[in-house]
């Protein structure tokens, strides 16, 4: 039956994982099959990341979630398996995101995929497109919002990173403890940008530190007109230096 060929075949795989190809190969019909049997699944799905497939390991792997979702706890422990082995891809914990995502947990999906914004090794073109796929599924998530400003900091473009940590600072949500040190980080390279000197100063209020956050104002001319009435009317009503 099904489960006696997915144990002898994963105690093949575990003895010589060159076999690999040869199980996807025996086992090519019931992968096609939509309700094929979730042990063959998982021997599939392994022997797919033993031979490099790693796509196909992935695709395995959510189709078995999706067959069974009592399965999330292991099909998560085989993804972060693949992500260890696999640190240059973003499939697997893509991957995983999606399934948390599935799973209803929004915030846990959305935390792996704003931890990864800021990780370099991968190209910013894929970071990018991974980042606006979940800001889509999950639009009031302020940390997708700040891992998107990243990119474009990293690209030079500090008027659409600006604009992406003006919408993120309207949300509940905002992290700042990632926040504050990434517009930190991009005004070393334009000291003189007068929105993110602004939501720099924003940012400083927020975290208490209020000296520094009237230090880090912008000159007036640096702003919109909009944006200057808007911090006069703020100032007015804030506490003045020492006070």
């Known amino acids: 039956d ?12 575990r003895l010589e994982p060159t076999v690999a190809d040869r199980i996807l190969s025996d086992v090519a019909v019931e992968l096609e099959s939509p309700h094929g049997s979730v042990p063959l699944l998982y021997v599939a799905a392994r022997a797919a990341r033993h031979a490099g497939k790693l796509e ?9 979630y999706s067959q069974d979702v009592e399965e999330f706890g292991r099909v998560s422990a085989e993804l972060r398996k693949s992500a260890e082995e696999n640190p240059q891809d973003l499939l697997p914990p893509r991957t995983t995101a999606r399934i948390l995502l599935a799973h209803k947990e929004a915030e846990a999906a959305a935390n792996i995929i704003s931890e990864l914004a800021g990780n370099e090794s991968h190209p910013v073109e894929s970071r990018r497109a991974m980042l606006r796929e979940f800001h889509q599924r ?7 919002l700040v891992g998107l400003a990243r990119l474009h900091g990293e690209t030079a473009e500090l008027d659409q990173a600006a604009e992406l940590l003006w919408d993120a600072l309207g949300r509940e949500n905002l992290p700042h403890e990632t926040a504050l040190p990434l517009v930190a980080e991009l005004l070393e390279d334009a000291p003189e940008h007068g929105e993110l000197r602004l939501i720099h100063h924003d940012l400083l209020l927020l975290a208490g530190r209020i000296d520094e956050a009237l230090d880090a104002l912008p000159e007036p001319g640096a702003l919109s007109n909009d944006r ?13 230096r020492g006070h």
Do not use: K, V
């Open 2 to 13: 099904a489960e006696s060929a997915a144990r002898n075949y994963d105690r093949a795989l």
């Open 56 to 64: 196909q390991c992935c695709q395995l792997l959510t189709n078995i």
């Open 138 to 144: 999950i639009p009031d998530h302020a940390g997708l």
């Open 228 to 240: 200057q009435e808007a911090l006069s009317e703020r100032l007015a009503a804030a506490p003045r």
